[in-house]
């Protein structure tokens, strides 16, 4: 068989943090349909069991943690845990993340810096903990979920592009410190995706009108809609595969072909 037709991930040991549910929990299912042995982390015990109960409906034995992933200690611990019960980690997916919108002049350097934390730092204590193992194997695949806000700029989310911004040059970095390893480090980056996180943008208002941001969103994006969260999983699988190992320090944007789009020309 030709290896660079191989999408399967048969036997692979993967780690996609903050998955509980959203984009992780979609990634972390394909995975599991390609035959990796699926393991996630979530803040606290409640998300790691809905996570549990959620990736049992569907059939899949998840290996569930409650870990802070800014915490390195932590994350250190965990994927010791990891490589003891499951197997040491071929694949990571630094998916946990969060977003603050505020406009800048009135953001709390404490929420900028929080945000900072989990979108950036975090992502970097991970790949650090699981980087040993992979050169050791001299094999690894890292996916950041990154996002389209590295590329451009919007109000009230200066915290969350400048993480984004600097997560796409870790990524490019991991990728040229490690490829020698046969590591292999890229991101995806996601355009607006019809997550929990995004629903306060897509909910009606309260006299049954269209959210502006919605309208907004659709308008912007060629595709005229939100994207949802399985239309990650292929991109991710391809990614985490051998069919990618050529491949390295990339970012691939699925959002809709809203980067190459100006809008609709007036009439």
Wanted: hydrophobic share 45%.
């Amino acid at each position: 068989m030709n290896q660079f037709l191989n999408f399967s991930l048969e036997g692979k040991v993967a780690l996609v943090t903050g998955a509980s549910y959203g984009i992780g929990f979609a990634i972390a299912s394909a995975f599991a349909e390609q035959g990796a042995k699926v393991c996630f982390n979530d803040i606290n015990q409640e998300l790691v069991d809905k996570g549990m109960a959620a990736y049992a409906a569907k059939g899949i034995k998840a290996h569930g943690y409650v870990c802070d992933v800014t915490d390195e200690p932590a994350v250190q611990a965990m994927v010791a845990t990891i490589a003891k019960e499951v197997g040491t980690i071929d694949i990571l997916v630094n998916n946990a993340g969060i977003i603050r919108r505020v406009p800048m002049h009135e953001m709390d350097a404490a929420d900028f810096r929080r945000v900072i934390d989990i979108d950036l730092n975090a992502p970097f204590i991970v790949a650090k903990a699981v980087l040993p193992a992979m050169m050791e194997k001299r094999a690894g695949k890292i996916i950041n979920i990154c996002s389209m806000m590295s590329e451009l700029g919007r109000e009230t989310v200066s915290a969350y592009a400048a993480a984004k911004g600097g997560l796409k040059m870790l990524t490019r970095n991991i990728c040229s410190e490690y490829g020698e390893y046969n590591i292999q480090c890229n991101g995806i980056g996601p355009g607006y995706i019809a997550t929990p996180q995004t629903a306060p943008l897509r909910e009606p208002q309260a006299d049954g009108s269209r959210h502006p941001f919605d309208s907004f969103i659709c308008a912007k994006t060629p595709a005229g809609r939100w994207l949802d969260p399985e239309e990650l999983t292929g991109p991710a699988v391809f990614l985490a595969s051998e069919a990618s190992n050529a491949v390295n320090g990339h970012i691939l944007y699925v959002d809709g072909g809203i980067l190459a789009y100006i809008g609709k020309q007036p009439k």
